[in-house]
T-cell receptor, first 112, second 112 residues
Framework: DAGVIQSPRHEVTEMGQEVTLRCKPI?????LFWYRQTMMRGLELLIYFNNNVPIDDSGMPEDRFSAKMPNASFSTLKIQPSEPRDSAVYFC??????????FGPGTRLTVL | SQQGEEDPQALSIQEGENATMNCSYK?????LQWYRQNSGRGLVHLILIRSNEREKHSGRLRVTLDTSKKSSSLLITASRAADTASYFC????????????FGQGTRLTINP
């Protein structure tokens, strides 16, 4: 298996633009997680899904952030409109029930 | 505040020495996990210890868990330059299971 796949790996955009981050989890994993990592705040859980259904989105910072999982092999995290304070590394992770999480390589987002 | 608090925040030792990192948490847990993150990469799962376990080994890694003190330690024996990375503890709480809460991490540097 190729592991968790994220795209793009790097994204540079201007303030106000829409940003879409993509994730393909490991096949057969029931859970998918979106995290954000910054030096100031560390690793924060934004939202997670179980069998494509959002379970907990309490970590989503504000309405500018939205996430979808239309099927078991694809999820998106969208920021609209983006702001400089959204600059961070965004990780997607997946896991089977009851086991450890497998992280993707991350998307480094820079909002100018 | 973070569920997991690692101590120390940074540790620098000579190759061949042992490295010990600590983690404290606040609420009751199902399990505690340790992850490693190399610079610019995603997190990699190292070891999971369940709340009814006190010690676990994996290769050069030894993890202990003291639920009465709500603390865990990660010992890396005979350190190597390749062990240079950030190490995170993550707890899965009894309530809100399936999601992990990460600490801020310990930055470990192994000097050749």
């Amino acid at each position: 298996d190729a592991g968790v796949i994220q795209s793009p790996r790097h994204e540079v955009t201007e303030m106000g633009q829409e940003v879409t981050l993509r994730c393909k989890p490991i096949s057969g994993h029931d859970y998918l997680f979106w995290y954000r990592q910054t030096m100031m705040r560390g690793l924060e859980l934004l939202i997670y899904f179980n069998n494509n259904v959002p379970i907990d989105d309490s970590g989503m910072p504000e309405d500018r952030f939205s996430a979808k999982m239309p099927n078991a092999s694809f999820s998106t995290l969208k920021i609209q409109p983006s702001e400089p304070r959204d600059s961070a590394v965004y990780f997607c992770a997946s896991r089977p029930t009851g086991n450890e999480q497998f992280f993707g390589p991350g998307t480094r987002l820079t909002v100018l | 505040s973070q569920q997991g608090e690692e101590d120390p925040q940074a540790l620098s030792i000579q190759e061949g020495e042992n490295a010990t990192m600590n983690c404290s948490y606040k609420t009751s847990i199902n399990n505690l996990q340790w992850y490693r993150q190399n610079s610019g990469r995603g997190l990699v799962h190292l070891i999971l210890i369940r709340s009814n376990e006190r010690e676990k080994h994996s290769g050069r890694l030894r993890v202990t868990l003291d639920t009465s003190k709500k603390s865990s330690s990660l010992l890396i024996t005979a350190s190597r330059a390749a062990d240079t990375a950030s190490y995170f503890c993550a707890t899965e709480r009894i309530q809100g299971a399936q999601k992990l809460v990460f600490g801020q991490g310990t930055r470990l540097t192994i000097n050749p």
